[in-house]
T-cell receptor, first 116, second 115 residues
Framework: DAEITQSPRHKITETGRQVTLACHQT?????MFWYRQDLGHGLRLIHY???????NKGEVSDGYSVSRSNTEDLPLTLESAASSQTSVYFC???????????????FGPGTRLTVL | AQTVTQSQPEMSVQEAETVTLSCTYD???????LFWYKQPPSRQMILVIR??????QNATENRFSVNFQKAAKSFSLKISDSQLGDAAMYFC????????????FGTGTRLTIIP
């Protein structure tokens, strides 16, 4: 069965370190998204991609970067981790073509990141 | 910019009863989608129900139904015959239709089911 996976599921790091969170989907979806979830804020969009070599900033992109070299993966990098980036991170993907699931995003299980 | 507001941080309901979760949104667009997502303690985001703005008929999925009031920009979720497995965070989300699939989420409502 097609799925979307994230790794690691839990990560503890120190302030200033570079951290990369992986997202891998086997749906062959064009669109991929990264969100962060914080209490009182719901989920907020960090970056997104509508295809290979395409990346776009979301509403909370400062301190984060992404690159899309293939259809299946969209890694999220924190260049220099800060305590304010302690959060739960969700990756999602969607088809992008018209069809019965055209407008549905499928979410990964999330990564809990703690920055000390 | 679009905004989504969930004014009820927490709700509780007796098992087998009906509960309604509120959501309002702000947009200048006329063609868009609205969603309710469920997030149980496992953290997995699960799509519960979706509504297309150009459809007047309210969406239903088994025990879940919505009351979509386009003019009032209101999109409430009704859960009938509440079950213990319905306990979760519920998020309302908005998406503009044409070529832009970014979701804008509300802050969530934590639903507790009382046995």
């Amino acid at each position: 069965d097609a799925e979307i996976t994230q790794s690691p599921r839990h990560k503890i790091t120190e302030t200033g370190r570079q951290v990369t969170l992986a997202c891998h989907q086997t749906w062959n979806h064009n669109n991929m998204f990264w969100y962060r979830q914080d209490l009182g804020h719901g989920l907020r969009l960090i970056h997104y991609s509508y295809g290979v070599q395409d990346t776009n900033k979301g509403e909370v992109s400062d301190g984060y970067s992404v690159s899309r070299s293939n259809t299946e993966d969209l890694p999220l990098t924190l260049e220099s981790a800060a305590s304010s980036q302690t959060s739960v991170y969700f990756c999602a993907s969607s088809d992008g073509r018209k069809g019965i699931n055209y407008n549905e995003q499928f979410f990964g299980p999330g990564t809990r990141l703690t920055v000390l | 910019a679009q905004t989504v507001t969930q004014s009820q941080p927490e709700m509780s309901v007796q098992e087998a009863e009906t509960v309604t979760l509120s959501c309002t949104y702000d947009t200048s667009e006329s063609d868009y989608y609205l969603f309710w997502y469920k997030q149980p303690p496992s953290r997995q985001m699960i799509l519960v129900i979706r509504q297309e703005a150009y459809k007047q008929q309210n969406a239903t999925e088994n025990r879940f139904s919505v009351n979509f009031q386009k003019a009032a920009k209101s999109f409430s979720l009704k859960i009938s015959d509440s079950q213990l497995g319905d306990a979760a965070m519920y998020f309302c989300a908005y998406r503009f239709n044409f070529g832009n699939e970014k979701l804008t989420f509300g802050t969530g409502t934590r639903l507790t089911i009382i046995p």
